[in-house]
Each structure stands twice: as structure tokens, then as C-alpha cells.
């Protein structure tokens, strides 16, 4: 059931904004690229909810105890993350940001408002957390983060 909204709200979506062939690969994955913000959507295992996240940045090696403080703080009751969750992966210590939506009566209005208010999110966490991380390699850019999840992300 789930696995058809999803894909019927990101054909949605993307018409809306002027994709028209947007779709989720045969993972039930698909990344998009807001300016310099790779987002991506991916569908949960119980095909009851979409999660969006989006890599940040990756953890300083140094001033690490508070840098992990700003992030748990921020989680605190959704505080500074409006209702995601701030994490670090352990294997590339890379800062993500994830949020789960519910399926159930999802519309495009409500999608559209998730997606705007996601990346909005996910800008100004970037903006954060560039003072305690080096800047990203000459080579890396958020097409290259976003294709490590297997698809190729589409510039919105």
C-alpha cells in the first residue's frame, strides 16, 4: 500500500516542481538535490513511512564533546531540529540529519511543506556545523554524497 503512495507522491512532487519523471529506484530510494542540500527519500522497511535525511557534514576530530553536546541538545525534545533527529554514522562519522513521515494520509500539499521545511532545516545545520568541520574536498559535492545511496541525484 505505502510503497505506491510514495511513488505516487514523488511523481506528484515532482511535477510540481518541474520533473515530471521523478521516481524512486527498485530500492524504493530517491535523491534529489536542493542547491547545495542532497536529500534523500527512502522508503521504511514496514512501508508505513518515507524517511528523508540528508549528510551534513562529517564530525571534527577535534572538540568533539562539544560538538556531540550541540547535537544532543538539538535533539532534546525536537528542539533545534523541528521534529528530525541529528546523528552520526560510526564508520564515516559524517552528521546526518533524518526525519520519518507517516504514509497514512499524506497529501502533496503536506509533502511539499515536509520537503521545503526539511531542507530549510538542513541548510542552516550545514551553516552550523561548517565552524567545527574542515571544509568538504575540492572533489566532493552533494551530487557525489547523494550517489553513494546507489542513485544518482536529480538538481531540483
Given at each position: 500500500?505505502?510503497?505506491?503512495?510514495?511513488?505516487?507522491?514523488?511523481?506528484?512532487?515532482?511535477?510540481?516542481?518541474g520533473?515530471?519523471?521523478?521516481?524512486?529506484?527498485?530500492?524504493?530510494?530517491?535523491?534529489?538535490?536542493?542547491?547545495?542540500?542532497?536529500?534523500s527519500?527512502?522508503?521504511?522497511?514496514?512501508?508505513?513511512?518515507?524517511?528523508?535525511?540528508?549528510?551534513?557534514?562529517?564530525?571534527?576530530?577535534v572538540?568533539?564533546?562539544?560538538?556531540?553536546?550541540?547535537?544532543?541538545?538539538?535533539?532534546?525534545?525536537?528542539?533545534?531540529?523541528?521534529?528530525?533527529?541529528?546523528?552520526?554514522?560510526?564508520?564515516?562519522?559524517?552528521?546526518?540529519?533524518?526525519?520519518?513521515?507517516?504514509?497514512?494520509?499524506?497529501?502533496?500539499?503536506?509533502?511539499?511543506?515536509?520537503?521545503?521545511?526539511?531542507?530549510?532545516?538542513?541548510?542552516?545545520?550545514?551553516?552550523?556545523?561548517?565552524?567545527?568541520?574542515?571544509?568538504?574536498?575540492?572533489?566532493?559535492?552533494?551530487?557525489?554524497?547523494?550517489?553513494?545511496?546507489?542513485?544518482?541525484?536529480?538538481?531540483?
Open positions: 500500500m505505502s510503497a505506491d503512495m510514495i511513488r505516487n507522491l514523488l511523481q506528484e512532487f515532482g511535477h510540481s516542481i520533473i515530471p519523471d521523478l521516481q524512486v529506484d527498485e530500492e524504493e530510494r530517491c535523491n534529489l538535490l536542493f542547491d547545495d542540500v542532497a536529500v527519500f527512502e522508503l521504511s522497511q514496514d512501508e508505513e513511512s518515507v524517511y528523508l535525511y540528508s549528510y551534513l557534514a562529517t564530525a571534527p576530530e572538540d568533539l564533546e562539544r560538538f556531540s553536546a550541540t547535537l544532543l541538545e538539538a535533539n532534546y525534545l525536537f528542539r533545534g531540529t523541528n521534529g528530525a533527529t541529528l546523528g552520526v554514522e560510526a564508520m564515516s562519522k559524517r552528521v546526518v540529519l533524518i526525519r520519518e513521515e507517516r504514509l497514512e494520509l499524506m497529501r502533496l500539499a503536506q509533502f511539499e511543506s515536509v520537503v521545503g521545511g526539511f531542507v530549510n532545516l538542513a541548510e542552516n545545520w550545514k551553516k552550523k556545523l561548517v565552524n567545527w568541520t574542515a571544509e568538504p574536498a575540492a572533489d566532493e559535492s552533494p551530487f557525489d554524497q547523494a550517489r553513494e545511496f546507489g542513485t544518482p541525484a536529480l538538481k531540483v
